[in-house]
């Protein structure tokens, strides 16, 4: 048994506010985080890669894992369907390791409502100002202008759920918002859930307590 449960650690935010930035940040930190690819109906971007930056995959083939209940959650957002597939998070946290999501509010209370709702650790990123969400979202240069603006639009949406996270952080300065990330992760995987060991060292304790009496 490894020494620890592995943590489903949660990151949402409106679209631009530094996600996939900061999940990159953590996993250059800590080599053993696994992202969970998700598997999405949307067509992929330029630059994107099946498999690794997401599973793109078909109404129907996308529908049928729901079904067969392969998916840890789904959520319909811009008007396609996204999912993160169960069976690698399993794996991934029966063997110690942390699995990172980058999903959005609903996804995210999902999972806290699932089985492994108290292995869940959920962060919820906050731009500076609205100005500056929507500077990142052009710094960018992924997305034209009317893409843009549906984010944007979407954005309230999604921070009107800031209140459902564990912790909250305002993205402003980056290498002052990652530094916290670390320190929230490291004082988690110390939470009573994570550590499976501990309770047959108390007892092997209470043990020699009482063979001191
Ligand atoms: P998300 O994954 O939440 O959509 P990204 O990580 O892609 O957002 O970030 C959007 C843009 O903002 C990227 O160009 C990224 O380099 C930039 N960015 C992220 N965090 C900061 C920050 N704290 N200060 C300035 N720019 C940032
Ligand atoms: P994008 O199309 O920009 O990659 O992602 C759009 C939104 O979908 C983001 O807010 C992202 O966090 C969310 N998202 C990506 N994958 C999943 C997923 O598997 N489940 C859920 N619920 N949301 C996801």
């Not at 971007?45 to 067969?68: L, Q």
């Not at 069976?87 to 990172?100: H, K, T």
């Not at 999903?103 to 962060?123: E, F, V, Y």
């Not at 952080?169 to 490291?186: C, M």
């Amino acid at each position: 048994m490894p020494d620890r449960r592995g943590l489903l650690i949660i990151l949402s935010s409106p679209s631009g506010a530094g996600k996939s930035t900061l999940a990159k940040r953590l996993r250059q930190w800590d080599e053993s985080i696994v992202f969970s690819v998700s598997a999405t109906t949307r067509t992929p971007r330029p630059g994107e890669v099946d498999g690794a930056d997401y599973h793109f995959v078909s109404d129907a083939a996308f529908k049928s894992t729901v079904s067969e209940g392969g998916m840890l959650e789904h959520a319909h957002v811009f008007g396609n369907f996204y999912g993160s597939p169960k069976a690698p998070v399993q794996a991934a946290i029966d063997a110690g390791r942390d699995v990172l999501f980058d999903i959005d509010w609903q996804g995210a209370q999902q999972i806290r409502n699932s089985d492994l709702g108290q292995h869940t650790l959920s962060i919820f990123l906050l731009p500076p100002s609205i100005i500056e969400l929507r500077r990142r979202l052009e710094a960018r240069g992924q997305d034209s202008s009317d893409v843009i603006t549906k984010r944007m639009q979407k954005s309230w949406d999604e921070i009107s759920h800031w209140d459902g996270y564990d912790f909250v952080l305002v993205n402003d300065d980056l290498d002052a918002t990652e530094s916290k990330l670390r320190t929230i992760l490291t004082a988690t995987r110390l939470r009573r859930s994570q550590q499976p060991d501990l309770l047959s060292h108390v007892r092997a304790l209470q043990m020699q307590f009482e063979e001191m009496q």
